[in-house]
């Protein structure tokens, strides 16, 4: 659906201070309340989950500080460790490490993590506001109405701002609430308030990117490439010395608050700044362009399709071909920067006690190989990540109305979405198996140990039946309950607290039970076990022959 708008001509007709050459002004943001409103009740929910976890796995984090380093020689050690090159890039600025105090010690190992996921909520929040709402057709219907230009996007801002400020008021109130030494009130006001401004900067980020392009998924995928090159600069910075790189990233910024040692404000609002710039250019660029169009031009296609692109796995991959490189991109980047550090794996972790017990848990091999299995964990989950996103495709083709008008031809229900499946139970595996040859190719350089390439490509691709099962529950979902399909984010979110967080702070055992990814078998570090496998493999069968099932039974949603 497209508009036939003229780009600078002022939608809100009849609303008080419309009217001729007053497309800036405030009739352009006409209807914002009400449309924030409305997106605050739609996401009460998604964003009541999202505060909740970041803050309460911080507060869980900061807690067991005080277990995880008792005493003074822990935290001298931690330190050290954490003052090489690799421990930099996984933390901090090296400016935390002179008095290693816990509140040291949480703002260089927590935030730069946390403002990832914060940036993560912030995208997702702007993007599915404004680029999602134009791609469905609702924008449009909406601005027939007494809403304003710029409303969309100004009430997706306010959104995110609130979700944000969420954020930093519970880890503002909660951390100090904890009773620990060094974690005051003001250092906690300034911890919270870097996570909101980090949040909000990625947040106009987003606000450019849906000007950019006319597919929702495609300015979340620019928007968090923006995050990762953020993150990477960040880290090649710390570890290198080299400061300027550092500071070309908001992440960069917010570790520069030294929160709990120095207290600096002025990074925040840099941050804020940097906010107010991209949101500005974000409406600039949206009055250059007409509703549910991009700025970039869409590409043209061949006069006629390839005999490839006639079938239904070849459209499949058509259309899922972005994300797959995307998420391609970011894997192969990861394992790669952790398979640089893996040979400096024992120096990092020795002197930590807990950290050691957690990762002899994994097995008791070596470090390398107990570090290199807790890496793969970190990297099943984003794969998992990748696989939900590719399984919940079906149901955007759904409400978009393109799955109608195929299966209205003699493509079956089963084969159309059978071609989509191929994209996650394929791609998924493939994208996982490439990170451990990454991981093994640079291990084996830093350690010396070429063996590495096939014990850790073998390792990864033993996650390919988790994977498998959790796109089955996507397509059970998809199949049965469509409405509530979304719910299969729960599963990586659930295998990465138990899996990667669970074995430092300590979960119950019982608790990867329902993890799919909790029944892999550790390799390199445990031995191979085929059972597990062999029955998460039948389990996979069997939710995808039930979501099959379910979709030949049910009615489409059509428009």
Known sequence: MSTTTPPAENRAVGAPGAGPGSTAGAGALVGTGSLFRFALRRDRLRLAVWMSAVSLGTLAVASNFRQLYADPEDRAD???????????????????????????????????????????????????????????GRAELVRSAVVGRHAHLAAALAAAVVANLGVALLLALGLPGLGIDSVDASGSLLYGASHAAVGVAFAGVAAITVQLT?????????ALATIGVAYVLRAAGDSGGNE????????????????YVDDRWWPVFACLATAALCAAAGFALSTRRDVGAGLRPRARGAAYASSVLLTSPGLAFRVHRGALLGFGAGLTLMAAMYGAILGQASDLLQDVDQLREALDRLGG????????????????????????SASLRPRAEELAGRA???????????????????VPLVGG?????????VLGLTGAASTGDPALVVRLTVAALAYAP?????????????????RVGSLVWIVPVYAFVVGYLGEILRFPGWSNTFSPLGHVPR??????????LVVLTLVAVALVWTGLVGFRRRDLTTR
């Open 78 to 136: 931690a330190a050290e460790a954490l003052g090489s090159p690799a421990g930099l890039a996984m933390s901090g600025p090296r400016g935390y490490l002179d008095e290693y105090t816990f509140g040291a010690m949480l703002g260089q190992q927590m935030l730069g993590f946390t403002a990832v996921l914060v940036g993560l909520m912030s995208v997702l929040i702007v993007t599915r506001h404004t680029r999602a709402e134009e791609e469905t």
């Open 365 to 388: 091999a070596g470090p390398a190989e107990a570090f290199a299995s807790m890496v793969l964990m970190v990297l099943a989950v984003v794969a998992a990540v990748a696989v939900v």
């Open 466 to 482: 988790a994977l498998w099962v959790t796109a089955g529950v996507a397509v059970a979902l998809f199949g049965w309950f469509p």
């Open 214 to 222: 006319e597919h929702s998924r495609g300015a979340t995928g620019m």
């Open 429 to 437: 595996p493939l994208l996982l198996t490439t990170a451990g040859l």
């Open 523 to 532: 390799l390199p570090s445990a031995e191979a076990a085929w059972t597990p």
């Open 244 to 259: 300027a790189l550092s500071w070309l990233s908001p992440i960069g910024w917010a570790q520069r608050t030294y929160v």
């Open 404 to 422: 109608e008008p195929l299966l209205a031809t003699g493509l079956s229900r089963d084969r159309w979405l059978a071609g989509h499946l191929v």
